[in-house]
């Protein structure tokens, strides 16, 4: 049997392997500084849980192997501004941007794009970070080191920001999870919910959004598309090529989670349209001690990644699903005790959002 390796070590890897053992897939996540020597076959196939990586040993045997799927789409989307300008090439929806050159101006930014405007570097940011916000009534100017190095995004007063998750497989079939409603506090991932009865009628805009990019890019397995809705219009935030953490509920909320998903679709196995059941509630552990009380709690499911705990880091999630809304919510509430204070608006907000 062929093995499928992860480039990447991270909580993405481990639970891709853990999707594989049901279908009895050899999964391998790769430290990326790891020195062992890997022992890659012609037959295997390869695999990313991050969209770049530093040039190590490990990396350049795993990208340099034949069947690394999606090889030339990684430099196009880890790189903001070449994303951006797929987005635009194929007339999708996204925040008005530009290029920040040697000589962009904030004032000259502001003249282009608006009162607020957010800037992003090109390449490396993630949950919120490498970001920086530019506004009219409290000027700033351009950090140092940013010019070249970021795109300037006007700011979209967005009534709620949801998300796709999708899956395509070598022939072309491509199947899709119910649009996911996302809470972000300071750019981060806190809470996701779905699938919700009101984003429905969204439903098919997503997916021809994210089709149209699958099949222009010839892409293999799954790939999140993070969105704006601005009323029943939906604008793509960013996307990106792997599991992502706003699909965390499928592996509660789905018959195939969508690390399974990923799976079958690079291992060459069918895929089918994923079924879902129930709601699911999905809350992110951030910077925050594992407390073993979360488990008093039926029926929320943790998922501890294993990793030291610091401020800003994802370090678990816990999915809660039940076909009744009343029942999740009683376990949100259960659970608010035992998180820490800034949880409450968290579990505040999905407890409203799940009236639907
Ligand atoms: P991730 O961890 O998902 O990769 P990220 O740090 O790479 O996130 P973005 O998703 O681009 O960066 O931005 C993080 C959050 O910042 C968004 O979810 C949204 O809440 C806010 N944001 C981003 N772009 C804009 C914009 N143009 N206007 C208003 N808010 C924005
Ligand atoms: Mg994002």
């Not at 350049?60 to 070449?82: E, Y």
């Not at 007339?91 to 009162?115: C, I, K, N």
């Not at 401020?311 to 816990?318: A, E, Y």
């Not at 035992?338 to 579990?347: G, H, R, S």
Request: negative net charge; contains cysteine.
């Amino acid at each position: 049997m062929s093995r499928l390796w992860v480039l990447g070590a991270g909580q993405l890897g481990a639970m891709l392997k853990t999707a594989g053992r049901p279908l009895a897939l050899d999964v391998v996540p790769v430290d990326i500084d790891t020195i062992d020597a890997l022992h890659l076959h012609e037959g295997d196939v390869v695999t990313a849980e991050r969209e770049q990586w530093p040039e190590t040993l490990a990396t350049r045997q795993l990208a340099s192997h034949d069947r690394f799927i999606n090889r030339d789409v990684f430099g196009t989307l880890a790189d903001r501004k070449t994303q951006k300008a797929l987005i635009d090439s194929l007339s999708l929806a996204t925040a008005p941007w530009q290029t920040v050159t040697t000589d962009t101006r904030a004032d000259a930014l502001h003249t282009a794009l608006g009162e607020r405007v957010l800037l992003k570097r090109r390449t490396g940011g993630y949950d919120g970070r490498g970001q920086h916000w530019l506004k009219a009534a409290e000027p700033g100017e351009i950090p140092e080191g940013w010019h070249d190095q970021a795109i300037a995004e006007q700011a979209i007063n967005f009534d709620e920001e949801v998300s796709l998750v999708g899956a395509r497989d070598s022939r072309g079939n491509c199947v899709f999870y119910p649009l996911t409603l996302n809470l972000h506090v300071n750019g981060i991932l806190m809470a996701s919910l779905a699938p919700l009865q009101r984003l429905q009628h969204l439903q098919e805009q997503a997916e021809s959004m994210l089709g149209t990019l699958l099949n222009e890019l010839d892409y293999v397995g799954v790939m999140a598309m993070e969105c704006f809705r601005v009323g029943d219009q939906l604008m793509i935030n960013e996307l990106a090529p792997r599991v992502h953490n706003s699909g965390h509920w499928t592996q509660a909320g789905a018959h195939m989670s969508q690390f399974e998903a990923h799976l079958r679709a690079i291992a060459d196995l069918p895929l089918a349209p994923p079924m879902t059941k129930g709601i699911t509630a999905m809350v992110n552990l951030v910077g925050t001690e594992r407390n073993n009380q979360w488990l008093t709690v039926p029926p929320a499911e943790l998922h501890w990644y294993g990793k030291s705990v610091r401020p800003g880091r994802k370090v678990g999630h816990i999915n809660i699903n039940d076909s009744r809304p009343a029942v999740v919510r009683s376990a949100l509430m259960a659970l608010a005790p035992e998180l820490p204070e800034n949880y409450k608006a968290v579990l505040d907000w999905l407890a409203e959002h799940l009236r639907d």
